[in-house]
């Protein structure tokens, strides 16, 4: 059985989706952070059968909840302080995106000015739909 070290004080994302975790990693900008990152891998799960997880050295400012919300809102996020759980954080999908998707729009005002944020509203909740702020272009389903 692997074993990796505890947290003394950080952020541990639990319940991914397995396999999503180095796409977690690429969206959160982990990779340009100063800090100890463990990435773990189809770790068994009675829950999920197979999960990914990730622990962040660090506070809880590193991570944008909104980016990690919108690739996955089922995803449990644990604060750790003193080596214990001392806070959960709940995600939901957010409102608004930024400069997460890219329009597919060739003629969107997005696609053309390239210093231009690309922004995402979330148009339907249900059904998971979030569409430009510029022309309107319709994403649903998103697997990021």
Known sequence: MLNVGSLNEGIVLDHIKAGKSMDIYKYLGL???DCQVAIIKNARSNKMGRKDIIKI???LDLVDLDILGFIDHDIT???IRNSEICEK???SLPHTIKNVLKCK???CISTIEQELDQIFILAD???EV???KYCE???DNIQV
């Open 125 to 127: 909740e249900e059904k």
């Open 130 to 132: 979030y569409r430009c």
């Open 89 to 91: 954080k709940e995600l």
């Open 77 to 79: 996020v644990n604060i």
């Open 31 to 33: 990779d340009k952070l």
């Open 57 to 59: 050295e660090g506070s």
């Open 137 to 139: 272009e319709k994403y």
């Open 105 to 107: 729009n060739p003629r």
